[in-house]
């Protein structure tokens, strides 16, 4: 079965960080892109940020940029997202999804991603 799992989720104080981690099960990541996206509370989901199946390419959200890192490692078959100097605004369910490409490219398009995980939930708060 075909499966991404989100992990590192939680609540942390603004300021803060966290690491989310997105192991696949079932495939090999190996020949997917990987992006994040997330969704707050009354909000439309939004790309965060995406890694191309080597690593050679990566993009970010405006919203983002400098604050949060993303990085693979395919022999363990999991994509990570460092999160640092989380803020209020970061709180949502963060989902990573896998999007089957043969170039080394990666898109911040929901609609190119074939696989998604559950989600895991970030909370920024004192």
């Known amino acids: 079965q075909l499966q991404l799992v989100e992990s590192g989720g939680g609540l942390v104080q603004p300021g803060g960080s966290l690491r989310l981690s997105c192991a696949a099960s079932?495939?090999?990541?190996?020949?997917?892109?990987v992006g994040w996206f997330r969704q707050a509370p009354g909000k439309e989901r939004e790309g965060v940020s995406c890694?191309?199946?080597?690593?050679?390419?990566?993009k970010y959200a405006d919203s983002v940029k400098g604050r949060f890192t993303i990085s693979r490692d395919n022999a363990k078959n999991t994509v990570y997202l460092q999160m640092n100097s989380l803020k209020p605004e970061d709180t949502a369910i963060y989902y990573c999804?896998?999007?089957?490409?043969?170039?080394?490219?990666?898109?911040?398009?929901?609609?190119?991603?074939?696989?998604w995980g559950q989600g895991t939930q970030v909370t920024v708060s004192s």
């Open positions: 079932g495939f090999t990541l190996d020949y997917y892109a």
């Open positions: 890694i191309s199946r080597r690593g050679g390419n990566t």
């Open positions: 999804a896998a999007d089957r490409i043969l170039r080394d490219v990666c898109y911040d398009r929901s609609n190119e991603y074939d696989y």
